[in-house]
């Protein structure tokens, strides 16, 4: 399979564009990296991705793939010979699916309300559901890590980037809201994974700085915030 006709539309700071890096990461595809400017969205990208105009989109070979969990499968699918992204059983890949899906429209919602939270009873009212979130997915990588590192066992699997893309952002967002969401105590495998997790060689070197990720949130937050009330 060749990999020299493999593009990546994205942005530096999108944990769905963080996703894909990853699993191209994974499967040692090297590929073009194609900066997009959200505000001004350029003819590939609204060629690309008629329908949602939004990043990630993958294109290979010419023919583009969309939604960030629709390319990690595609990814995984096509470069067999690396290491496997999603469960090779039937039910193991299931449950992925279920909670990667849980991740994507229960608790990211709930946690895009927290980053963008103001004051402190607002963001003490919406806290409350996005820990109650992580103490479900706490359970969730018990029982799909079965005392292993990571949800996917002894490596980085399907749950593991669907959720740890979002790593960054929790710590801006801990670092802006003086809030704690990945407790030792309360959390503790979750906590002990996403340093793991952060750890992986093919995670360090995609996964944004917390500070650099800061800056961007200066910008960006106001912006989101300004959408919401409009």
């Not at 990630?56 to 499968?73: G, N, R, Y």
């Not at 360090?204 to 915030?225: F, S, Y």
């Amino acid at each position: 399979m060749t990999t020299n006709t493999v593009k990546l539309l994205g942005s530096w700071a999108s944990p769905f564009v963080n996703r894909v890096e990853i699993a191209l990461k994974i499967k040692s595809i090297e590929y073009e990296f194609i900066q997009q400017n959200m505000i001004n969205k350029g003819e590939l990208l609204l060629k690309s991705n008629p329908v949602y105009k939004k990043i990630p989109v993958l294109i290979h070979d010419e023919k583009p793939i969309c939604e960030s969990l629709v390319i990690l499968q595609y990814i995984d699918e096509v470069w067999i010979n690396g290491p496997s992204i999603l469960p090779s059983d039937p039910y193991d890949r299931a449950i992925a699916q279920f909670w990667a899906a849980y991740i994507d429209e229960k608790w990211f919602p709930l946690f895009r309300c927290l980053a963008v939270a103001q004051g402190e009873d607002a963001i003490k009212a919406a806290l409350e559901p996005v820990f109650d979130g992580l103490v479900l997915l706490e359970d969730a990588f018990k029982n799909c890590s079965k005392g292993k590192k990571f949800f996917g066992g002894d490596k980085i699997g399907y749950v593991d980037i669907a959720l740890g893309c979002f790593l960054g952002w929790m710590r801006v967002t801990e670092k802006m809201n003086n809030v704690t969401l990945l407790d030792e105590a309360k959390t503790p495998g979750l906590y002990k994974w996403a340093e793991d997790f952060c750890a992986d060689s093919s995670v360090k070197d995609v996964m944004p700085e917390t500070n650099k990720l800061a800056e961007a949130a200066k910008d960006l937050i106001p912006k989101i915030r300004a959408n919401a009330s409009s």
